[in-house]
């Protein structure tokens, strides 16, 4: 059971980045990849200042896994870079977006394998937007950068349609859960 809430919260949190950054490529498709890319290089920055904190302070242990002072000197490094090279970074951020839209389509059609297999029920419309997504990641990636910023529209829209895809696979995951807890109870 711990298992499967651990997926069922990575998907939830999966869905909600992906809503919020498809609205944010449909509501300002100019501006979206420098944005993303400015607030991708803070959050590894802050990240990596926490790890640093958390090197020097074993108090926050339960908060954080594990964490060296090589692991935070990187991500601030790395997230400095991010931050004063934004126009290269943001044509890279293009290409890793699209691999990140491949991985995860990928990663849903694994899901509704997993699913499949505790229950009868198929997932026929799963399966399509899963395999949209997957398509149209491959397309977005051979596209030259340029090309992939003028269509943030579609990309908006593919991310809102990923998102929505891991809020169906986070209720039938919560439904497979409470019907194997009445089960073992």
């Known amino acids: 059971m711990k298992t499967l809430n651990k997926i069922k919260m990575s998907f939830a949190m999966n869905a909600i980045l992906a809503l919020i950054i498809g609205l944010l490529f449909i509501v300002n498709p100019h501006d979206s990849f420098t944005i993303i890319t400015m607030i991708c290089g803070i959050y590894i920055v802050v990240k990596g200042m926490i790890d640093l904190v958390y090197y020097y302070h074993s108090w926050l242990e339960p908060f954080f896994l594990t964490s060296t002072l090589l692991n935070g000197i990187i991500k601030c490094v790395i997230g400095i ?37 505790f229950t009868q029920e198929t997932f026929k419309i799963d399966y399509l937007l899963s395999w949209i997504v ?50 073992i109870e």
């Not at 970074?89 to 699913?115: H, K, N």
């Not at 593919?158 to 998102?163: A, C, H, P, R, T």
Request: proline residues 1%; aromatic residues 14%; positive net charge.
């Open 134 to 183: 997957i398509i149209c990641g491959i397309v977005l990636f051979f596209m030259a950068p340029d090309t992939i910023m003028s269509v943030s529209y579609v990309i908006g829209g593919l991310l809102v349609i990923y998102g929505v895809m891991n809020l169906i696979i986070v209720g039938r995951l919560s439904h497979i859960v409470r019907k194997y807890k009445n089960l």
């Open 81 to 117: 870079f991010i931050l004063t090279h934004i126009s290269a970074m943001t044509i890279l951020f293009s290409y890793m977006l699209s691999l990140f839209i491949i991985i995860d389509g990928i990663y849903c059609l694994e899901a509704y394998v997993f699913m499949r297999s």
